[in-house]
């Protein structure tokens, strides 16, 4: 296979008539054609949909219309995002069948963007996990060693945009879902500030935490999916009704005179190659003008317990409604409870019972505010940290994950090292915060290693100028080569 | 009750609101259509759906509590968790410790205060039926569920548990309903659900005892019902301490045809609801400017009404019993306009209010729908006149066949011409002089027979003759 061609030049070519979208969508369909029996990105390839939109989009160009700023790109979407007539599982048993009879927000955004939506990408089920080994359809492995994981929950956008499946992939971010497999296939992963893009039509997990993001190979095809998704929605409350940023047109505007500052508690835990390509990465910016600083925000070690707390206290009423009534999966029993216990028993994975446990323990009478209660006051904590280093810091650098890729299997019968994965990015969900992922070259195992950078609440702008400096000052990385096959 | 036991008593009052769409979605807020048609993502608890929060039906609650004369607060939304099919989303959306409206207060119409302590907004559930003998979840043979109603808004009215009897409680609920009404916030239907009344009870032997261990009655689908099931509920909680036993906290069922209340479930198996903030809506906070203008539109309310109508009767000497029972019979009815409109169109308070709430009482709906200005002249004929009582009352009821017209015109094609004054000091002569020894009876005091000369001028002039011009004529020739 080649190196990809950026979304945006696919796009300006597509619309300038120079090329045809169904060529562009024909190329991909050909790259997983090969590819994806080996990596297993996807619980589903929508082949058909992908070819109507592909002739919508030429139809378009011929009589002169522009189709949009994705025009003839092809999408992978987390297959947590509802899409109207296409099954969407969220890897699991309990949704097999299941058609949603309305698109998200997002899929009617890049549907009007002129985008092609390739396929549903797989998950950790309900996106509980940071390896995508929970999915009830199998694991997902990484393109850059099929033996490796491609990190989690949206372990299967990352590996179709690093395999070349898909330019652009949507995932979704409860704790790292996005930046945390970004940093392990190698591509760039962004979670926005909590509110800027919206959650309906998103299946939800952790409903205060989740926010939908863009997967790319570049900064600045991340900042052009980001623009196409992002704004307000009336249909989802907790959308934020003000402008949201617009990344594209200030990518290149440097860092000179902006304030960086190396998250210590980040790097404590991390390995030390992937220590060692974070200071690297604040030496380039350094380089490019910025000044660059050490800075402690203490509360972060707090970040995973409190996450731990509320993310499952959210889960266990969200995931409530999977009772076997109305949609998806029943199990047939003698009586409707019976029936409930059975479905939910059969439907669920062991991750996903884990978490509904915990958050069912920690929101019940006389335990809720020894736990949940806590959690949120240490939330609030964090932001309060957060604030006081955004005082005198523009930008917070550190590493997105504290290793690069593990093997596949390696942490699945041990759930507390899994959490500690998500351990750098959980801190910028419990605070709302945007924070985006950028390759920057390997690790001593010659996989990728991903820095990651975070700033205040609707701060996209500085965070993708910021990771446009990064981008260009990033040791190469290998292209993922895979072929058929290959995986055991 | 027996004289040595005092009752407790707390109500809870869902009221569903009258609005056009549900709570957190744009379905129709309708009742009694196809099941299963007024349904979304959202009111069906799809996955991905997310609530948005429905305008008018907060000020609907906002109303309710500004007619109950509530704090209104900034509030917030939780998550109620249970699981039951008729639930969507296996939760309920309802406000929790930051209530919409609180600290309020409801005047019965005998001057007794009943505190509200809280009016917060909630979704409502779907219907139920359990198919099989048990006619519940356990043991059915199967179930089939409604969402039409699933995210109907409501607003949970929680009293203090300040009535001590179960005329009290039906004064409230009956108060209640009124004002729900008049507000505009909900149709008041028991009967079809759209109000709906829990009651806390319980007992205690004299009122420095701290309250008794309550229970909590569902399923009271009438005025009627709620007294009966206090009632009761009182007496059995009675004869469990008299008899050394303990009340034990539950939930019961009112059964209607037995008359009695059955345990549904004890405070140990009580769900827990395990609440939480709701984390898809953001907290509802009414400023000073919307809520100054849900005030504004708001409109009289019936204790307002009713006081409006006694004021009236003022200038006869004030209301008397009787008089109190009609002017809550026409504002009840929603035809106290008609009184006030007539007073001030020059008729007498009294006859009024007897008129309004005697004759169009009768056909209420008709009154309503009459035009003021015939009624205040149908009334202004008949206090000057030019009709008697059973006349006006004829012409009254030919206005409500007709949907209106000219009362005036109507007497007169009724034949209902005033007589004559000659004719009518005839007529009386021709009585006393067919009735000697009543006519010196009636001269030696006997007030009575004033009656019986009425009556039979009365019966010769076929009900034309107006009464009180009788009455005169018989004391002018008495002397």
Redesign the interface.
């Known amino acids: 296979m080649t190196a990809p061609r950026p979304a945006l030049e696919t796009a300006t070519m597509v619309r300038a008539g120079e090329e045809l979208a169904v060529d562009v969508l024909e190329h991909h369909l050909a790259v997983i054609d090969a590819g994806e029996e080996s990596i297993h990105a996807f619980n589903l390839v929508t082949t058909e949909l992908a070819r109507s939109q592909a002739r919508t989009v030429d139809a378009a160009v011929a009589a002169g219309r522009d189709p949009g700023p994705l025009a003839g790109v092809p999408v992978a979407l987390k297959d947590n995002m509802c899409t109207r007539r296409v099954p969407t599982t969220c890897s699991s048993r309990i949704l097999e069948g299941w058609l949603p009879p309305y698109d998200a927000t997002v899929v009617t955004r890049l549907r009007d963007a002129g985008a092609l939506l390739i396929g549903k990408t797989n998950m950790d089920e309900f996106a509980m996990g940071s390896s995508t080994e929970s999915s009830a359809y199998g694991a997902t492995r990484n393109p850059h060693d099929t033996s490796r994981v491609p990190g989690g929950s949206s372990g299967g956008s990352a590996a179709a945009v690093a395999a070349g499946f898909a330019p652009l992939a949507l995932g979704s971010d409860t704790g790292g879902s996005i930046r945390q497999p970004a940093a392990l296939c190698g591509v760039v992963g962004m979670k926005p500030t909590y509110g800027t893009v919206s959650r309906y039509g998103l299946v939800a997990f952790a409903s205060s935490l989740d926010q939908i993001g863009p997967f790319a190979t570049s900064v600045a095809d991340a900042a052009l999916l980001f623009d196409v998704i992002g704004g307000y929605d009336p249909l989802d409350s907790t959308s934020l009704n003000r402008p949201t940023p617009r990344v594209l047109s200030v990518l290149d505007d440097g860092v000179d005179g902006m304030t960086v500052g190396i998250l210590t508690e980040f790097m404590d835990g991390a390995a030390p190659d992937v220590v060692a390509r974070v200071n690297q990465a604040a030496e380039a910016l350094a380089t490019a003008g910025a000044r660059v600083e050490e800075v402690s925000v203490p509360e972060v070690t707090l970040g995973l317990s409190a996450y731990y707390l509320i993310a499952p206290g959210e889960a266990s009423s969200n995931l409530a409604r999977y009772d076997g009534v109305r949609y998806g999966l029943r199990v047939d029993a003698e009586d409707t409870v019976a029936m409930n216990t059975a479905t939910r028993s059969a439907g669920f994975g062991a991750e996903v019972k884990r978490r509904i446990m915990l958050g069912t323990y920690v929101l019940s009478a006389g335990y809720m505010d020894a736990y949940y209660n806590q959690a949120l006051r240490v939330r609030t904590r964090i932001i309060e940290g957060f604030t006081a280093a955004y005082a005198h810091c523009d930008v917070l650098l550190g590493p997105t994950a504290p290793t690069t890729a593990f093997a596949l299997g390696d942490k699945v019968d041990d759930p507390l090292t899994m959490y500690l994965s998500d351990v750098c990015t959980i801190p910028s969900n419990l605070a709302g915060h945007p924070a985006v992922s950028v390759p920057f070259g390997p690790g001593d195992d010659g996989l990728p290693v991903g820095v990651q950078l975070l700033g205040p609440a609707l701060s996209e702008g500085t965070l993708f100028k910021v990771a446009a400096v990064v981008e260009a000052a990033a040791p190469d990385l290998a292209v993922p080569r895979i072929t058929a096959g290959e995986a055991a | 009750m027996r004289a040595d036991w005092q009752l407790v008593i707390g109500l809870e009052v869902h009221c569903e609101l009258k609005t056009a769409t549900k709570l957190f979605c744009g379905c129709p807020n309708m009742f009694g259509d196809e099941p299963n048609t007024n349904v979304c ?1 959202n009111c ?10 429905n305008q008018r039906a907060v000020e609907l609650a906002m109303a309710i509590g500004t007619a109950l004369q509530c704090d209104i607060l900034p509030s917030t939304f939780h ?1 109620k ?1 249970y ?1 039951y ?1 008729d639930q ?4 309920q959306i309802s406000q929790y410790d930051e209530p919409l409206n609180a600290n309020g207060h409801l005047d019965l119409p005998d001057g007794f205060r009943v505190g509200i302590e809280r009016a917060h907004m909630e979704e409502d559930t779907g219907k139920t039926t359990h198919a099989g003998a048990s006619g519940r ?4 043979d199967y ?1 089939l ?1 409604d969402y039409n109603r699933s995210g109907v808004p409501l607003v949970e009215i929680v009293s203090r548990p300040d009535m001590r009897t179960a005329d009290q409680a039906r004064a409230y609920v009956t108060e209640l309903r009124a004002i729900l009404v008049a507000s505009g916030a909900s149709d008041g239907k028991m009967e079809e659900g759209s109000m709906r009344v829990d009651a806390n009870v319980s007992v205690r032997r004299s009122t420095d005892d701290p309250f008794g261990t309550r229970c909590e009655i569902k399923n009271l689908n009438s005025v009627r019902s709620l007294g009966r099931a206090i009632e009761y509920e009182a007496e059995r909680q009675i004869a469990l301490i008299e008899s050394g036993e303990q009340v034990v906290q539950q939930t019961r069922h009112w059964d209607e045809g037995a008359g009695r209340t059955q345990a549904l479930r004890s405070k140990e198996d009580a769900y ?1 609801y ?1 609440y ?1 903030l709701e ?4 907290p509802l906070v009414p400023d000073v400017e919307w809520i100054r203008a849900v005030a504004d539109t708001l409109g009289m309310m019936p204790a307002e009404r009713r006081s409006r109508l006694v004021e009236l009767l003022e200038e006869s000497g004030g209301a008397t019993d009787s008089q109190l029972l009609q002017v809550a019979t026409v504002v009840d009815l929603g035809l106290d306009d008609l009184v006030v409109e007539a007073v001030a169109g020059g008729v007498g308070s009294a006859l009024a209010l007897a008129r309004t709430a005697n004759e169009a009482a009768t056909d209420a709906d008709a009154a309503r729908a009459l035009d003021p200005r015939s009624y205040v002249e149908l009334l202004t004929l008949e206090a000057t006149g030019s009709l008697s009582a059973t006349q006006a009352k004829a012409v009254l009821a030919e206005l409500f066949a007709r949907g209106g017209g000219d009362p005036a015109a109507i007497a007169r094609d009724k034949g209902f011409e005033a007589m004559s004054e000659d004719s009518l000091v005839a007529t009386v002569a021709e009585a006393i002089a067919a009735n000697p020894g009543e006519w010196s009876r009636f001269c030696e005091g006997d007030d009575k027979l004033a009656g019986f000369f009425t009556g039979l001028v009365m019966k010769a002039t076929r009900g034309q003759a107006n009464g009180k011009s009788v009455a005169a004529e018989l004391r002018r020739l008495r002397g």
């Open positions: 993502p069906l608890g799809l996955p991905g759906s997310l609530p948005v929060l998550r968790n699981f099919p969507a989303k296996d939760y979840i356990h043991g059915a179930s569920v827990d395990r939480f984390p898809d809506l953001v």
